[in-house]
C-alpha cells in the first residue's frame, strides 16, 4: 500500500507564492512517476502536473505552464510543487497522486491508483 501525505498550502494574495510537499511511502518511490491535481469547489478534479521517475521530464497543464514548477527529491521520498504568481483561479484542494504503472506520468486521473488526503490552497483577490 502507497501512502500519500502533502503540505504546505495555505491562504496567500494574489501574485504570491507557495510550495507544496508531498512524502511518499510504501514502495520504491524513486521508480514512480508522480502527479498533481487540483480540485476546486463545484468542478471535476483536474491535471497539474507531472513527474518521471528521474526529475529529468515534466509536464504541465496549459493554465500553470511558467507558473509553477514540480520538482522531486528521491532521497526524502518527496515531491514538490513550487506555485508563483498565483491567482484566484488556482484556488483549489491539491492531491498528490501516484501512478498504477510506474512510468505513467500522463495527465489522466484514472492511471492514478494513489492519492493523498489534499491540501487546500486559497488565493484572494
Known amino acids: 500500500q502507497v501512502q500519500l501525505v502533502e503540505s504546505g498550502g495555505g491562504l496567500v494574495q494574489a501574485g504570491g507564492s507557495l510550495r507544496l510537499s508531498c512524502t511518499a511511502s510504501?514502495?520504491?518511490?524513486?521508480?514512480?512517476?508522480m502527479g498533481w491535481f487540483r480540485q476546486a469547489p463545484g468542478k471535476e478534479r483536474e491535471f497539474v502536473a507531472s513527474i518521471r521517475w528521474s526529475g529529468r521530464s515534466t509536464y504541465y497543464a496549459d493554465s500553470v505552464k511558467g507558473r509553477f514548477t514540480i520538482s522531486r527529491d528521491n532521497a526524502k521520498n518527496t515531491v514538490y510543487l513550487q506555485m508563483n504568481s498565483l491567482k484566484p483561479e488556482d484556488t483549489a484542494v491539491y492531491y498528490c497522486?501516484?501512478?498504477?504503472?510506474?512510468?505513467?506520468?500522463?495527465?489522466?486521473?484514472?492511471?492514478?491508483?494513489?492519492w493523498g488526503q489534499g491540501t487546500q490552497v486559497t488565493v484572494s483577490s
Open positions: 510504501g514502495r520504491t518511490f524513486s521508480s514512480y512517476a
Open positions: 497522486a501516484a501512478p498504477r504503472y510506474s512510468d505513467y506520468w500522463g495527465p489522466s486521473a484514472n492511471e492514478y491508483a494513489y
